[in-house]
Structure formats: structure tokens, C-alpha cells
């Protein structure tokens, strides 16, 4: 059984990657693959990321336990007077305020009437309030036939009415739904099952970018003036929640949009920075997923928190620096319930679990995590996840990756390697969060994917050594004295119980002469003969290291083997083919002696070392496909007239040989081609002319095989005026004028068939 050699154990690893990289991407595409990313890699990368400055035109009003105390109120805000909440709106707008958000319900009328109406005449004297409305399922039957007797139910997600007195004051409202998970990572920009409803956070933007409305109209009349013409002339003509559901059903009817308009942007020279970022943020809005990951600025009131009561009277309770925190103007305001400890929270709960959720209990409550979100948008930093195709596509090269890597080291050098690996791609993943605000896959190849590999790697080389040791003396016992077989163990890789597989070139050689001589000669003659011709064949040989496999009548094998794959074989064997093709050429320069012109192939390539035999007799020599295919570039050399063929396996990385490139040839019997090249000389003892040819040949044959016949023509031409007997050149010049004649078929290629051995 062949289950040791070293192609078996390729390709035990080549799996081992295909496994864990098919793993990896499989795990990725699964929920659970999200879940563990979510619960685990993304909590890690923020809390390595640390907090963050959140922008400083955002800032939260707080309804907190000071403020209630301060009014003598219960800490429930529905029942706070919304006289208050109009004394608020006049003192934000006082101080400039730009926008202001009541993350508070006004869906039915307040004890007091005058207190509502105060609010809505205050909303609307400030004209840019904009509040949050709640969202509720409506389940309902429809019946589907005239009698009524089926129906269908139908669950569709839309918002409770607010008061009409408040509904009316005010500029706009819109829901803020959040996921209800286990812990929120993410927030909509449009909530789909509630008719492509827009969400506070883009409301706010779009009312925010209100002042560059003509700008922003102005570059979609260039983009597509059909576009513009559907749009307000000016923000005095435009109605929020028309203008947004408009914008909505242009750019998902045309997703090119925002690129267009992006580059349009870019081109712009009448905005500055700010304000080019203001439209950029709004593109943003549009054209994204509906879903956004909240990027989080740190733990609760990261974003600049400020007591309802201290807004009110800012003169009580002054502390330093608090003028400073106080500044409203052109500022973002949320106005809600924010707890400062855990037991305020615990009176009002208003509050989601994140990935900054302190250890004693404070999550972050809705109204911060509004004002993230529409941060987030303004900046354009939302935690943006990597493609996913592309994440897959890393998950798969790095678990095949790591199932090769790890079988070319020792177990020593493979957990050095992991702890590397690691610390590597940790270190890209939390550069690119930190840096670029883009989410990479961590937990999966950090603690899925090099586990894996490092403890498949070892189980598969300790399988393979264990086996080794036990089958290599035996499998060598029956022909090699014990110190080769020693040798054979201490420098083998995996053996097979009745063959070796090792790598090496191969070398067979043909006598060109040698039958009509055998018929015209006396055996003893010919034998004398061809003892002399093989000692000039043996020699170099044996001087670079190589080893006569075989003889057989006028043809001879050598190889070149090592258990590992080494270029100083391929160079040892292609010496000695020039001080062969050397030799022969004063063998047949003896006087008083038969010429014995002579052909050579030389391949590479894993090969097995077998014992060929049976009851007591055993041979030990090289057998495979590359002794056959040997054979076959040896025959090659009659089509092309040449004397020293190699394949592109022998020359490939060996820069001081001269070699003529022949192209691809299709071998007899052989299913994929070969790239072959004749071997001309040692760099440095070429001579100008040789150094001509190749490069001269090189030409032709590139205009040869991209059919540029008369070009080919006339590069072969140049050659055969200079060297009329050079066969490669005859052999091509026949084919160009062949395909010149007769123009080949759409799918031909330069791949050269040879039908007869």
C-alpha cells in the first residue's frame, strides 16, 4: 500500500487548509458564526479601542434623579408638566440651539390642557423640534373569497398617532426602534416592516443638512435634472417627511445614485470641508444598508450629558468648567430619560445592554443611544463590517494557508508560528477597527481556525513519523545494506512499506546510430563499442552526483534523488548533460570508430524508489510517470532536430544555463503538456552567437504562438541564414507557413501534439 509517500501526505494537508478554511467561511455564514462575533469579537474590539471623543455638537438633556429632585417630581417623565418641557425648548433656542429631540411620548392629551398648549405653541415658535413616536404591530384578517369564509393574516408594524396639537407644532417625528436582543449592536436608518419608515437618526440629519438643501439640489440637477425637477426648489417649499420618503425612492430605484453624486460632490469647489462633509454623511443615509452598527463612543454618557434641572437654572449649582459644558449653540440636543447610576435606573427603564454596559448594572439608555446613532451618521463612522465575500475569501486563504505552513514546520517552530499568527492578524483586525471603524471576523480564525490548524498539524506529523520509524528499515531490508537504510531514516520524509517517494531528476539517453550499427557489427564489436560509449556516458554522471538506474541496449537512466525537493539536484543533472553532450562529441571524434550521435530528455519531479521483484529477487530502481514522460522529451528530439531537451520542472530557477524556450508539447499518451527547453550551455562559457540564437528564437516563438505568422516567419528566417541546419527553426517555420496557408480555428492554442513516441 501506497498510503506514506510524500503525495499522500501533501495532500493530507492540502486538506487539513481546505477543511479549516471551508470551516472558517461556513462558520462565518452561519448565525452562529455572527452571534460569536458579535458577542464576543466585537465587545473585545471596543473595549481594546477603548472610549472615544464623541463629537462636540451633540449633547443630551438628561431626565435623571437630580433633575426630579430638583422639581419635586417622580422620575417617571410621562408625568413631568409639560409646562417644563416648553420652559426647556425656550431656553435651548435662547441659546442656539440647532435641533432638539424629545426622545418622549405626546400621544394623549396632559391633565392640564394649558400645559400642552403652551408646548405646542413653544415647539412651534422654535420650529425644529422633532420627536420620537412609538411603533406597534397591527394584526388583522383579510379575507380572500366573496363568502368570507378564508382569510389571511396580515402583521404589519406602524406608529401611534401623537397628540394633534403636538403633532402639528412640531417639525417632525419619527420612531426609534431597537433590536430586541440580548444586547444591541445595531439600529435601523429605515425600517422596512413599518413602510420604509425613516428613524429618528436620519431625520435629524436630513432636517440638519436642511441649510445645504439648494446646494445639495443644485448637484442633482447635474447629475439628472428629471431627479431634481421631483424635488421642492428651496428648504421653505420642503416638507420633512415628503422630502425623505422622496429622496428614499430615488436612490433605491437608482443605486448608482449616490455615487454619481459623490463624485460630483468631490468636484465641487463652491462647499468647504464641513459642509461637503455634511452632504457626504446624508449620501450615506441613503444609499447604505438599512441597518447600521452603532459605533459606541464608551460606557453611559460618553456623549456630553447635561441635567434637565441645570439647563433650567444654570446658575444653581455651579461647578468648574460647567460654563463651558453649557455652550447650546448650533448643537444637536436629545432631550430624555438618562440614568447616572443603577438605581435610577432601576425606576425607570429606558435602557439596553451594550457593549459598554457597566460591571455594576448602567446600561446605556434609548435617548444616548439616539444621539450615538445620529453622531454616527454626521461623522460618517458607523462600525462598518468587511465585505462579506471578502471575508470569507480571508477566512478560506488563511485556514488553507495554515494547514500548509504548518507542515513545513516543526512543532516547536509551529507554536511560535501560531502565537505570531495570532498577534499578526489580532493586530490587523484592531487596526482597521480603531483606524477605519471596518470589523473584521476575529473570533473565528483566532481561537477556530489556528487551534485548528496547530493541533491538526501535529496529529498528522506524529501520525507520520510514528509510521515512518516503524516501516523504513523494513521496506528497504530486502535490497539496501543497513547503513543506506539508516540513512534513509535519518533524511527520508514519509516512506511506504514497499517504495520511497523522493524527488529527482531524470535522465534517459538514446544512441541515434546504435541499430543499423547492431546489425552491421559482431556482438563482440558492439559490445566493446558500447562499453566505451557508456564509460563517456557513466562518468559525469557519477561526478554530479547521480546514479545509473538503468541500461538497456543502447539507452540509459540515471537519476538524481533526495527525499526533499532541492534546485541543487536540477542543477547537478543539467551539468552533467552538457559534459555528456561534451563527451559524446569527442567520442565521435575518435578516430577509426562508429559515431554514436546521441539524444537526450531530462525531467523532474517526485519519482518512486521501489523493489521490483518477487520470491527472493528484488530490484531496487526508480519507477512513475516521470520516467515514462522521460523518455518521451528524450524522443522529442528527433521532431526538433535537437540533442538536450528539459522540461520547465529541471530549468525553472536555474539562471546560469542558456536554454532555448521550444514551447508546450503535448507528449504521446500524456494528458497535460510540456514545457520544454533545449539546453545550450553554461551561461558563463556561451558565446555570442549562442546568446543570439535564444534570444532571436525567443521572439519567433512569442509571435508564433500569438499567431503572428509573417512576424515568426521572418525571425526564423534571420536564424536559418546564420545556422541553415538549426532544427527548432525549421520545425517552427513549417508550422508558421502551415497556419499561414490554412488559418487555424478559433480555439487553437500553441500547444504542440507529438503522435508517435
Given at each position: 500500500?501506497?498510503?506514506e509517500?510524500?503525495t499522500?501526505?501533501?495532500?493530507?494537508?492540502?486538506f487539513?487548509?481546505?477543511?479549516?478554511?471551508?470551516?472558517?467561511?461556513?462558520?462565518h455564514?452561519?448565525?452562529?458564526?455572527?452571534?460569536?462575533?458579535?458577542k464576543?469579537?466585537?465587545?473585545?474590539?471596543?473595549?481594546?479601542?477603548?472610549?472615544?471623543?464623541?463629537?462636540d455638537?451633540?449633547?443630551?438633556?438628561?431626565i435623571?434623579?437630580?433633575?426630579?429632585?430638583?422639581?419635586?417630581?417622580?422620575?417617571?417623565?410621562?408625568?413631568?408638566?409639560?409646562?417644563?418641557?416648553?420652559?426647556?425648548?425656550?431656553?435651548?433656542?435662547?441659546?442656539?440651539?440647532?435641533?432638539?429631540?424629545?426622545?418622549l411620548?405626546?400621544?394623549?392629551?396632559s391633565?392640564i390642557?394649558?400645559y400642552?398648549?403652551?408646548?405646542?405653541?413653544?415647539?412651534?415658535?422654535?420650529?425644529?423640534?422633532v420627536l420620537?413616536?412609538?411603533?406597534?404591530?397591527?394584526?388583522?384578517?383579510?379575507?380572500?373569497?366573496?363568502?368570507?369564509?378564508?382569510y389571511?393574516?396580515?402583521?404589519?408594524?406602524?406608529?401611534?398617532p401623537?397628540?394633534?396639537?403636538?403633532?402639528?407644532?412640531?417639525?417632525?417625528?419619527?420612531?426609534?426602534?431597537?433590536?430586541?436582543?440580548?444586547?444591541?449592536?445595531?439600529?435601523w436608518?429605515?425600517?422596512?416592516?413599518?413602510?420604509?419608515?425613516?428613524?429618528?437618526?436620519?431625520v435629524?440629519?436630513?432636517?440638519?443638512?436642511?441649510?445645504?438643501?439648494?446646494?445639495f439640489?443644485?448637484?442633482?440637477?447635474?447629475?439628472?435634472?428629471?431627479y431634481?425637477a421631483?424635488?421642492?426648489?428651496?428648504?421653505?417649499?420642503?416638507?420633512?417627511?415628503?422630502?425623505?420618503?422622496?429622496?428614499?425612492d430615488?436612490?433605491?430605484?437608482?443605486?448608482?445614485l449616490?455615487?454619481?453624486?459623490?463624485?460630483?460632490?468631490?468636484?465641487?469647489?463652491?462647499?468647504?470641508?464641513?459642509?461637503?462633509?455634511?452632504?457626504?454623511?446624508?449620501?450615506?443615509?441613503?444609499?447604505?444598508?438599512?441597518?447600521?452598527?452603532?459605533?459606541?463612543?464608551?460606557?453611559?454618557?460618553?456623549?456630553?450629558?447635561i441635567?434637565?434641572?441645570?439647563?433650567?437654572?444654570?446658575?444653581?449649582?455651579?461647578?468648574?468648567?460647567?460654563?463651558?459644558?453649557?455652550?447650546?449653540?448650533?448643537k444637536?440636543?436629545?432631550?430624555?430619560?438618562?440614568?447616572?447610576?443603577?438605581p435610577?435606573q432601576?425606576?425607570?427603564?429606558?435602557?439596553?445592554h451594550?457593549?459598554f454596559?457597566?460591571?455594576?448594572?448602567?446600561?446605556?439608555?434609548?435617548?444616548?443611544?439616539?444621539?450615538?446613532?445620529?453622531?454616527?451618521?454626521?461623522e460618517n463612522?458607523?462600525?462598518?463590517?468587511f465585505?462579506?465575500?471578502?471575508?470569507?475569501?480571508?477566512?478560506?486563504?488563511?485556514?488553507?494557508?495554515?494547514g500548509?505552513?504548518?507542515m513545513?514546520?516543526?512543532?516547536?517552530?509551529?507554536?511560535?508560528?501560531?502565537?505570531?499568527?495570532?498577534?499578526?492578524?489580532?493586530g490587523?483586525?484592531?487596526?482597521f477597527?480603531?483606524?477605519?471603524?471596518?470589523?473584521?471576523?476575529?473570533?473565528?480564525p483566532?481561537?477556530?481556525?489556528?487551534p485548528?490548524?496547530?493541533?491538526?498539524?501535529?496529529t498528522?506529523?506524529?501520525?507520520?513519523?510514528?509510521?515512518?520509524?516503524?516501516?523504513?528499515?523494513?521496506?528497504?531490508?530486502?535490497?539496501?545494506?543497513?547503513r543506506?537504510?539508516?540513512?534513509?531514516v535519518?533524511?527520508?520524509?514519509?516512506?511506504?512499506?514497499?517504495?520511497?517517494?523522493?524527488?529527482?531528476a531524470?535522465?534517459?539517453?538514446?544512441?541515434?546510430?546504435?541499430?543499423?550499427?547492431?546489425?552491421?557489427?559482431?556482438?563482440?564489436?558492439?559490445?566493446?563499442?558500447?562499453?566505451?560509449y557508456?564509460?563517456?556516458?557513466f562518468?559525469?554522471?557519477?561526478?554530479?552526483?547521480?546514479?545509473?538506474?538503468?541500461?538497456?541496449?543502447?539507452?540509459?537512466?540515471?537519476?538524481?534523488?533526495?527525499?526533499?525537493?532541492?534546485?541543487?539536484?536540477?542543477?547537478?543533472?543539467?551539468?552533467?548533460?552538457?559534459?555528456?553532450a561534451?563527451?559524446?562529441?569527442?567520442?565521435?571524434?575518435?578516430?577509426?570508430?562508429p559515431?554514436?550521435?546521441?539524444?537526450?530528455g531530462l525531467?523532474?519531479?517526485?519519482?518512486?524508489?521501489?523493489?521490483?521483484g518477487?520470491?527472493?529477487?528484488?530490484?531496487y530502481?526508480?519507477?512513475?510517470?516521470?520516467?515514462?514522460?522521460?523518455?518521451?522529451i528524450?524522443?522529442?528530439?528527433?521532431?526538433l532536430?535537437?540533442?538536450?531537451?528539459?522540461?520547465?520542472?529541471?530549468?525553472?530557477?536555474?539562471d546560469?544555463?542558456?536554454?532555448?524556450?521550444?514551447?508546450?508539447?503535448?507528449?504521446?499518451?500524456?494528458?497535460?503538456?510540456?514545457?520544454?527547453?533545449?539546453?545550450?550551455?553554461?551561461?558563463?562559457?556561451?558565446s555570442?552567437?549562442?546568446?543570439?540564437?535564444?534570444?532571436?528564437?525567443?521572439?519567433?516563438?512569442?509571435?508564433?504562438?500569438?499567431?503572428?505568422?509573417?512576424?515568426?516567419?521572418?525571425?526564423?528566417?534571420?536564424?536559418?541564414?546564420m545556422i541553415?541546419?538549426?532544427?527548432?527553426?525549421?520545425?517552427?517555420?513549417?508550422?508558421?507557413?502551415?497556419?499561414?496557408?490554412?488559418?487555424?480555428?478559433?480555439?487553437?492554442n500553441?500547444?504542440?501534439?507529438?503522435?508517435?513516441?
Amino acid at each position: 500500500m501506497l498510503k506514506e509517500i510524500n503525495t499522500i501526505r501533501w495532500l493530507k494537508h492540502l486538506f487539513l487548509g481546505i477543511v479549516i478554511g471551508l470551516t472558517g467561511a461556513i462558520v462565518h455564514l452561519s448565525p452562529a458564526g455572527l452571534w460569536m462575533e458579535e458577542k464576543f469579537g466585537l465587545y473585545w474590539l471596543f473595549h481594546l479601542r477603548g472610549t472615544v471623543a464623541a463629537p462636540d455638537n451633540v449633547v443630551v438633556v438628561a431626565i435623571d434623579q437630580p433633575s426630579a429632585s430638583r422639581f419635586n417630581l417622580p422620575m417617571t417623565p410621562q408625568l413631568w408638566p409639560r409646562e417644563l418641557h416648553a420652559r426647556l425648548i425656550e431656553k435651548l433656542i435662547q441659546a442656539g440651539a440647532s435641533i432638539i429631540v424629545f426622545d418622549l411620548i405626546f400621544d394623549t392629551p396632559s391633565a392640564i390642557a394649558a400645559y400642552d398648549q403652551k408646548l405646542a405653541l413653544s415647539m412651534k415658535t422654535a420650529g425644529n423640534i422633532v420627536l420620537v413616536e412609538r411603533l406597534v404591530y397591527e394584526d388583522s384578517a383579510l379575507s380572500t373569497d366573496a363568502n368570507e369564509k378564508n382569510y389571511n393574516r396580515m402583521v404589519k408594524e406602524g406608529p401611534i398617532p401623537l397628540l394633534p396639537l403636538i403633532a402639528n407644532a412640531v417639525q417632525a417625528h419619527a420612531p426609534f426602534p431597537l433590536p430586541k436582543k440580548e444586547r444591541v449592536n445595531h439600529y435601523w436608518v429605515f425600517k422596512t416592516d413599518a413602510g420604509d419608515m425613516p428613524t429618528i437618526p436620519t431625520v435629524v440629519l436630513q432636517i440638519f443638512a436642511l441649510p445645504l438643501y439648494e446646494d445639495f439640489i443644485r448637484l442633482l440637477r447635474t447629475v439628472n435634472p428629471a431627479y431634481a425637477a421631483q424635488l421642492p426648489n428651496n428648504k421653505n417649499m420642503a416638507d420633512i417627511e415628503d422630502l425623505i420618503f422622496t429622496l428614499r425612492d430615488l436612490f433605491l430605484n437608482d443605486p448608482d445614485l449616490a455615487h454619481r453624486l459623490k463624485t460630483e460632490l468631490n468636484r465641487d469647489a463652491n462647499l468647504n470641508s464641513i459642509q461637503r462633509n455634511t452632504l457626504h454623511a446624508l449620501l450615506n443615509a441613503y444609499s447604505g444598508n438599512d441597518t447600521r452598527y452603532l459605533n459606541f463612543y464608551g460606557p453611559p454618557r460618553s456623549i456630553q450629558t447635561i441635567p434637565y434641572h441645570q439647563v433650567l437654572y444654570p446658575d444653581e449649582n455651579k461647578i468648574a468648567g460647567q460654563s463651558r459644558a453649557m455652550n447650546f449653540q448650533d448643537k444637536v440636543i436629545f432631550v430624555g430619560f438618562s440614568a447616572a447610576t443603577q438605581p435610577e435606573q432601576d425606576i425607570v427603564r429606558d435602557d439596553y445592554h451594550t457593549v459598554f454596559s457597566n460591571p455594576d448594572g448602567l446600561y446605556i439608555s434609548g435617548v444616548e443611544i439616539a444621539a450615538t446613532a445620529f453622531a454616527n451618521l454626521l461623522e460618517n463612522k458607523p462600525i462598518r463590517t468587511f465585505p462579506l465575500m471578502g471575508s470569507v475569501g480571508i477566512l478560506f486563504v488563511l485556514g488553507l494557508g495554515l494547514g500548509i505552513v504548518f507542515m513545513l514546520l516543526s512543532n516547536q517552530s509551529a507554536v511560535v508560528a501560531s502565537i505570531a499568527l495570532v498577534l499578526l492578524y489580532a493586530g490587523s483586525v484592531y487596526y482597521f477597527f480603531k483606524e477605519l471603524s471596518v470589523w473584521l471576523p476575529l473570533i473565528n480564525p483566532v481561537f477556530l481556525q489556528l487551534p485548528l490548524a496547530f493541533f491538526g498539524a501535529i496529529t498528522l506529523k506524529y501520525d507520520e513519523e510514528k509510521l515512518e520509524s516503524q516501516q523504513l528499515k523494513k521496506a528497504f531490508g530486502y535490497f539496501l545494506p543497513d547503513r543506506v537504510v539508516n540513512d534513509i531514516v535519518r533524511n527520508s520524509g514519509t516512506m511506504a512499506l514497499n517504495n520511497q517517494l523522493v524527488y529527482g531528476a531524470c535522465l534517459a539517453t538514446d544512441a541515434e546510430a546504435y541499430t543499423a550499427l547492431a546489425e552491421k557489427m559482431e556482438p563482440q564489436q558492439l559490445g566493446q563499442l558500447m562499453n566505451s560509449y557508456y564509460a563517456v556516458l557513466f562518468e559525469p554522471v557519477k561526478q554530479h552526483n547521480g546514479t545509473v538506474s538503468d541500461v538497456v541496449g543502447d539507452a540509459m537512466l540515471a537519476i538524481w534523488a533526495k527525499t526533499s525537493a532541492s534546485s541543487d539536484l536540477r542543477k547537478d543533472a543539467c551539468l552533467a548533460c552538457l559534459d555528456i553532450a561534451a563527451a559524446i562529441e569527442r567520442f565521435n571524434h575518435t578516430p577509426n570508430q562508429p559515431h554514436l550521435p546521441t539524444r537526450m530528455g531530462l525531467h523532474f519531479g517526485e519519482m518512486l524508489l521501489g523493489n521490483i521483484g518477487a520470491l527472493h529477487h528484488f530490484e531496487y530502481r526508480a519507477v512513475g510517470d516521470i520516467v515514462n514522460t522521460t523518455s518521451r522529451i528524450q524522443g522529442v528530439n528527433k521532431y526538433l532536430g535537437t540533442r538536450l531537451l528539459v522540461s520547465g520542472q529541471v530549468i525553472t530557477g536555474l539562471d546560469e544555463f542558456l536554454i532555448r524556450p521550444l514551447g508546450d508539447f503535448l507528449l504521446t499518451g500524456k494528458s497535460t503538456p510540456v514545457n520544454l527547453f533545449e539546453l545550450i550551455a553554461h551561461k558563463q562559457s556561451a558565446s555570442q552567437m549562442q546568446l543570439w540564437l535564444c534570444e532571436t528564437f525567443s521572439c519567433a516563438l512569442k509571435a508564433y504562438q500569438d499567431q503572428q505568422w509573417t512576424e515568426a516567419c521572418d525571425g526564423l528566417y534571420k536564424i536559418l541564414d546564420m545556422i541553415p541546419d538549426d532544427g527548432p527553426s525549421k520545425f517552427f517555420l513549417n508550422l508558421c507557413k502551415k497556419n499561414e496557408s490554412v488559418p487555424p480555428v478559433d480555439s487553437w492554442n500553441s500547444i504542440i501534439r507529438i503522435e508517435t513516441k
